[in-house]
């Protein structure tokens, strides 16, 4: 079982930059993949930002150019840098991992989300 939290989050004004991260901790496992995903309120869960073993990066059309997603193997930590924040950014914004496998996860756990507010 691999344990999934978020950390990060916080009111920050428009335009403003924010860090957001993701620990994974357990026992004899290994992260394949990761993924950021938010849901504002009244809307579904949306991906943002994914990253496998190439260590290539896929973004949704809304965030290209504003965040970046990178994680550390060795301490088992994913990071999503925000910049340039915008009103309809704010929204619970939930890490994903995949773990197991030998190519592709084989288990997917998510964290309780953290919260990412905007201010005009």
């Known amino acids: 079982q691999v344990n999934v939290v978020e950390s990060g989050g916080g009111l920050v004004q428009a335009g403003g930059s924010l860090r957001l991260s993701c620990a994974a901790s357990?026992?004899?496992?290994?992260?394949?993949?990761m993924a950021w995903h938010r849901q504002a309120p009244g809307k579904q869960r949306e991906l943002v930002a994914a990253i496998g073993n190439t260590e290539r990066a896929n973004y949704a059309d809304y965030v290209k150019g504003r965040f970046t997603i990178s994680r550390d193997k060795a301490k088992n930590m994913g990071y999503l840098q925000i910049t340039s924040l915008k009103p309809e950014d704010p929204a619970v914004y939930y890490c994903?991992?995949?773990?197991?496998?030998?190519?592709?996860?084989?288990?997917?756990?998510w964290g309780r989300g953290t919260q990412v507010t905007v201010s005009s």
């Open positions: 994903e991992v995949g773990t197991g496998g030998t190519v592709l996860p084989t288990r997917r756990d």
């Open positions: 357990g026992s004899r496992f290994s992260i394949k993949t």
